[in-house]
């Protein structure tokens, strides 16, 4: 375990935001887990993975965790899949190249996602037609109470679209250590072209029996057309979730605006993109000041350089008002805003 003081936050987040960090705890291995309650005493903590979903506003004085522990290996085999235990410490997008090297399927379309391992489950990262509780097996998790390891089996994580008990109830309780996930071997892979930029790009590419090698080449270059580079531009990836509308107010808006975008989700209800909706009010590539939209997908706020989250948490409070009153819908922040 390593704690620093006083330390600047840039590294850490892929907004780019500069606040000050009071304490930053790295966790290098398991055992720095089990002496976390006594460092910590029942302090307020927060829990950092890659940084790519969250929105610094001030000083960060509560202990900052930073998940760092690392492996991937297979636990278990048969003849048609593996089960894979991934450190929560594992850059996500390392452990996808992984996987598709070692040609096991299932999380190719989730290729390029920001972030680490342990956050995956946590707000069920999904692309593509894929989310990572499709081929979930298990979380391991930290109780910082008493100290202890619980296994979770997917059904009692309670996933839904870009949420699971992680992020609700079970919020500040627990700290996830691994995840384990079943993956399809060669021979019993099931691929997900069904997204209508993935069947595009591998028409271009002439690819008619992608190999899940190709659907994750493919994956990468879809997001590398669309979204930033957090290097080059500060962002985080999606600023919001896509909304779920009822069907009355989906009719309401289909029959003023034809072309609207819309995924169908029950009879009640059907979701549309966020970003068709920013992008409809006039916000996509707007700069102002240091921050903006992204100038390809206007669901992505960007750190031109030297923004504040203040700032950023300010553009989406407009973006917000305008959705709201051109389409009656309230957006819902999908990144962390941490206070
Ligand atoms: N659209 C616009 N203008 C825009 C952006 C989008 O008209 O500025 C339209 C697109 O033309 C398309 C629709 O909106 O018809 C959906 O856009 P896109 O396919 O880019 O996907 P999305 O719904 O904006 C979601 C996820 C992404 C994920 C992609 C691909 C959420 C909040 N976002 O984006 O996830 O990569 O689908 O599956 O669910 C993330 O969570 O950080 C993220 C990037």
């Known amino acids: 375990m390593n704690i620093t003081n006083n330390i600047s ?9 500069e606040v000050n960090i009071s304490t930053l705890i790295e966790l290098n291995s398991k055992e720095d887990f089990s002496s976390l309650h006594t460092v910590l005493q029942g302090k307020e903590y927060h829990i950092l993975g890659g940084g790519s979903n969250v929105l610094l506003l001030n000083d960060v004085t509560a202990p900052v965790l930073h998940i760092n522990t690392k492996g991937l290996e297979v636990i278990k085999e048969s003849d048609d899949y ?17 996987a598709v090297a070692h040609n096991y399927g299932g999380i190719e379309n989730l290729s390029l996602i920001p972030g680490k391992c342990g956050a995956a489950p946590m707000q069920n990262i999904g692309a593509y037609g894929v989310e990572v509780k499709d081929v979930l097996h298990a979380v391991t998790a930290y109780k910082l109470e008493d100290g202890y390891e619980y296994t979770f089996h997917n059904e009692e994580c309670e996933f839904g679209y870009r949420t ?26 099931t691929l997900n072209t069904s997204y209508g930029a993935i069947e595009k790009e ?9 190999t899940i090698s190709d659907l994750s080449e493919v994956v990468i270059a879809i997001r590398q057309s669309k979204l930033p580079y ?6 985080a990836g999606s600023f919001f979730k896509n909304p779920i509308i009822s069907m009355s107010l989906y009719e309401e808006l289909v029959s003023e ?14 979701k549309v993109p966020a970003g068709w909706l920013i992008d409809q009010c006039g916000w996509k590539g707007k700069v102002i000041g240091q ?11 960007v750190n031109h350089g030297g923004a504040s989250g203040k700032e950023i948490y300010a553009l989406s409070e407009d973006i917000k008002i305008s959705v709201r009153q051109k389409f009656k819908i309230d957006l819902e922040r999908e990144v962390n805003v941490w206070r």
């Open 9 to 17: 936050s840039v590294p850490y987040n892929t907004f780019g935001l």
């Open 257 to 270: 605006y034809p072309h609207m975008p819309s995924y169908p989700i029950d009879a009640a209800s059907v």
């Open 82 to 98: 593996v089960l894979v235990k991934m450190q929560a410490g594992e850059s996500w997008h390392e452990a996808v190249l992984w």
């Open 230 to 235: 957090p290097e080059e531009v500060g962002n």
């Open 164 to 189: 699971s008990n992680f992020k609700t109830i079970w919020k500040d309780k627990f700290i996830i250590t691994s995840i384990i996930l079943r993956l399809s071997k060669e021979g019993h892979h």
């Open 291 to 301: 921050t903006g939209t992204y100038k390809n997908q206007a669901l992505v706020l």
């Open 202 to 210: 591998l028409a271009d590419r002439g690819i008619v029996q992608p």
